[in-house]
């Protein structure tokens, strides 16, 4: 696990405490999650270049072709190379993307008399 990710894995466990003693819900982890794999749909460009042959300009690319149905999405849309795949990919995951709610049909304005 890199130290960053620990990290992270840490803040998220040390800040649940307060939120749940608060009532409130917490909100679903960042990148990392706990399992230590990161997200290709919610990741940060830093996140992405902890990966080892992802740089500034893959990461750039990832970013920009979100959302992933699946990982194997970064070879199949020609982002990186199998080679690369092979030893990145058990440290990835493509969590889907929460759906947008529908948009509510216009209510009329009131009627003024």
Not at 67 to 91: G, N, Q
Not at 99 to 113: I, L
Request: hydrophobic share 45%.
């Amino acid at each position: 696990m890199s130290f960053k990710a620990f990290l992270a894995t840490m803040a998220i466990l040390l800040s649940g405490g307060a939120v749940h003693a608060q009532g409130a819900r917490p909100a679903p982890p960042a990148a990392p999650a706990a399992s230590g794999q990161i997200d290709l749909n919610s990741a940060s460009r830093d996140d992405l270049m902890t990966l080892d042959g992802i740089g500034e300009v893959r990461a750039d690319a990832i970013i920009r072709a979100r959302p992933f149905k699946a990982k194997t999405e970064l070879v199949e849309r020609r982002l990186i190379p199998e080679a690369l795949y092979e030893k990145i990919a058990d440290k990835v995951m493509a969590r889907p993307v929460p759906a947008a709610p529908a948009p509510r049909p216009a209510q009329p304005a009131p009627k003024r008399t």
